[in-house]
């Protein structure tokens, strides 16, 4: 009898190492080699990333076919090799952000306000297809980023007219999706031809900050779906409150030969 259970154990036990081979075989990975600052820039093989840019990590971030965000993997040193493991069969958009710890200041000559920030320094990306039981390698082009890139440009239009030729406004947009969620804000005053309000990124969070489209926690890849959503203030009078929001492919990267991105937002 001990005999018999022991078999029937050992039966129970073959299956399950087979059962956990079967399941592994049908996944596939994507290995992406990192270069050090001194070496390619390109992934693969052209290019290079002068040393004295001091990449100090990459951020490696990959999307299934229906581009959502199933891994996110932060400070990658330069040099190193990353094996992304479990991935079922599909397409995969492999998206890779090289950064560097920057000081920079609010731009206010009076009373100027000094911070550090993740620089975006060099961006990439491709597709890569994954079959079960394969491990493929990432070949990705990296692409220097300017400081001068393009950035969206918040257009604000109301319902009725007149709406700027008088009082104050203040504006607020906050930005989601694809791993983003920041708040940057703006003002201007009415005057009497005015018919719409714009909207730059000089203030981040409420803090003023010109160099907000190289940070990388707000960088807005191209390709990719966000949503603006638009709060506007106007004083005179009274205040009144009015709102507006869209969402789009934000299609221009934010590089210096594309340059602004407009986004028209209606507000009542």
Same mark, same amino acid.
């Given at each position: 009898m001990k005999k018999i259970f022991g078999l029937i154990s050992a039966c129970f036990i073959l299956l399950a190492i087979i059962s956990c081979s079967a399941f592994n075989?049908?996944?596939g990975s994507i290995a992406i080699s990192l270069p050090n600052s001194s070496s390619s820039r390109s992934i693969s093989s052209s290019g290079s990333i002068p040393a004295n840019d001091q990449i100090e990590a990459y951020e490696i971030r990959v999307r299934n076919s229906d %581009?959502?965000?199933s891994q996110k993997i932060s400070g990658v040193t330069p040099g190193s090799t990353i094996v992304i493991d479990d991935l079922y069969p599909d397409t995969y958009t492999i998206s890779v952000l090289a950064y560097q710890? +920057?000081?920079?200041?609010?731009? !206010?000559?009076? %009373?100027?306000?000094?911070f550090t920030y993740d620089s975006v320094s060099y961006y990439g990306?491709?597709?890569?297809? #994954?079959?079960?039981?394969? *491990?493929?390698e990432a070949s990705i082009t990296m692409r220097t980023?300017? !400081?001068?890139?393009?950035?969206?440009? $918040?257009?604000i239009y109301p319902e009725g007219e007149n709406f700027f030729t008088s009082g104050s406004f203040e504006y607020s947009c906050t930005v989601t999706g694809n791993g983003v969620n920041f708040t940057y804000t703006g003002g201007e005053s009415g005057e009497e031809t005015k018919t719409y309000g714009t909207m730059n990124c000089s203030y981040l969070n409420g803090i003023a900050n010109y160099y907000w489209n190289q940070k990388k926690e707000t960088f807005l890849e191209p390709g990719f779906?966000?949503?603006? %959503? #638009?709060?506007?203030?106007?004083?005179?009078?009274? #205040?009144?409150?009015?709102?507006?929001?869209? +969402?789009?492919? $934000? *299609?221009?990267? !934010?590089y210096g030969n594309q340059g602004e991105h407009t986004i028209d937002i209606y507000v009542k």
């Open positions: 075989s049908e996944s %581009n959502e965000m710890s +920057t000081s920079g200041d609010d731009g !206010n000559t009076s %009373n100027p306000t000094s990306r491709t597709t890569v297809t #994954v079959y079960a039981g394969e *491990e493929k980023f300017e !400081n001068s890139g393009s950035y969206p440009v $918040v257009t779906t966000y949503t603006f %959503n #638009v709060t506007v203030t106007k004083s005179g009078d009274s #205040v009144a409150t009015y709102r507006g929001s869209k +969402t789009q492919v $934000v *299609e221009q990267s !934010n």
